[in-house]
Each structure stands twice: as structure tokens, then as C-alpha cells.
């Protein structure tokens, strides 16, 4: 499974939850509007003149950064779900043609005398394979791919699905959130409802 299906996977799979987070905060974002409507109706009874005043700007301003406030916190929120999730996917990789997969990662490592190589339990024999000299250690927190070590320690590679994420993370994030826009916009059009 590629990147794209690893996408697909994670919209599919953090659609509902995405969903509880839009839904809280446009309810916050609701009652923050009705309440700032009020305060300038309230505002603009009391100014004769009907002309915008310093205090009508002031709240502008101030619902407009409660506003921005609530829609950053709820993307930050989301992008957490949404990592969670892309982690908690990683497994799907390890289906058809992992062992292709996990060749590919072991050739992407330069040709040292790796003293250790550290992967997924499941994958000891397939390391012994590419890293014959060294000593094979499973660690429970590799879904796929290893780590290596040489140079007594000094020299250590990440080649792992986890951290493979990590760093595609900041390139995915915008595309992932783009998409989730799109998606509860076009459900909150007239012609989904």
C-alpha cells in the first residue's frame, strides 16, 4: 500500500471523528456569532447615529480572533487525530509484497558493518537475510521497515514506516485537511442535505 492508499484509508477511516470536531466547533463558532449579533445590534440601538463606532470594531475584532482561535485549535486537534490514525494504519502495509517493501528499506540503507538492526518481531528471519553480521532485536514499536546501528552506536539509521511517516507528515497534513474541507463543505451544500 502507497501513500495515496494510506490517504484514502485515513479519510475513510477519521471521517466520523472529523466529522465530531467540525460539528463542535461550528456549534461554538454559532453561538459565539449569535452572541457578537447581539452585543452589535445591542451596540448599534444605542449609537443614534448608526455609523460603526470604536465599540462596534471592537468586537468585530474580538469575534473575529475567538473565531480564528476556535478554527486553529480545531485543526490542531484534527491534525492529532489524524496522525494517530495514519500511525494505527500502518499496518495495512505489511500486507502483499511486504517483504518487497522491507527489501526496498534495506537497500535505502548505505552498506556498513551494522552491529545491530532492530525490527518488528514478524520480521527477524527476513533481516537476517540483509543484515546477516548483525544482531537482530525485535522491538514492539516497529510496524515496519528497522533501525540500524553501527560505529558503536555513532552511526544510526531510521528506515522505519513510523519514521517514514514522521517526515512525510508536514508534506501530507495540508493535502489531508484541503480534503476534509472540500468534503464537509460539499455536505453542508443545499444539494447534500
Given amino acids: 500500500m502507497g501513500c ?4 484514502e484509508s485515513l ?12 460539528i463542535e466547533a461550528e456549534e461554538e463558532a454559532g453561538k459565539m456569532r449569535a452572541g457578537v449579533s447581539l452585543r452589535l445590534e445591542a451596540l448599534r440601538r444605542e449609537n443614534a447615529s448608526g455609523s460603526s463606532s470604536e465599540a462596534d470594531q471592537k468586537v468585530l475584532l474580538d469575534a473575529w480572533n475567538r473565531a480564528r482561535t476556535i478554527r486553529l485549535t480545531s ?22 509484497g ?9 537497500l535505502e540503507i548505505p552498506p556498513l558493518g551494522w552491529h545491530s538492526v532492530q525490527v518488528n518481531q514478524d520480521d527477524c528471519d527476513l533481516a537476517g537475510k540483509f543484515f546477516p553480521d548483525a544482531g537482530i532485536a525485535a522491538d514492539r514499536n516497529i510496524t515496519g521497515g528497522m533501525e540500524a546501528e553501527a560505529e558503536e552506536g555513532w552511526v544510526r539509521v531510521a528506515n522505519t514506516f513510523e519514521k517514514r511517516l514522521e517526515r512525510a507528515w508536514p ?11 472540500r468534503e464537509v463543505m460539499d455536505d453542508e451544500s443545499p444539494q447534500a442535505g
Avoid: N
Fill in 4 to 7: 495515496e492508499e494510506l490517504i
Fill in 11 to 22: 479519510k475513510k477511516e477519521a471521517e466520523e471523528k472529523v466529522r465530531e470536531i467540525w
Fill in 75 to 96: 485543526e490542531d486537534r484534527l491534525s492529532a487525530r489524524l496522525y494517530i490514525l495514519a500511525v494505527s494504519s500502518l499496518h495495512l502495509l505489511r500486507g502483499k
Fill in 98 to 106: 511486504y517483504e518487497d517493501i522491507f527489501q526496498r528499506l534495506a
Fill in 171 to 181: 508534506q501530507m497534513l495540508p493535502g489531508l485537511i484541503a480534503d476534509i474541507y
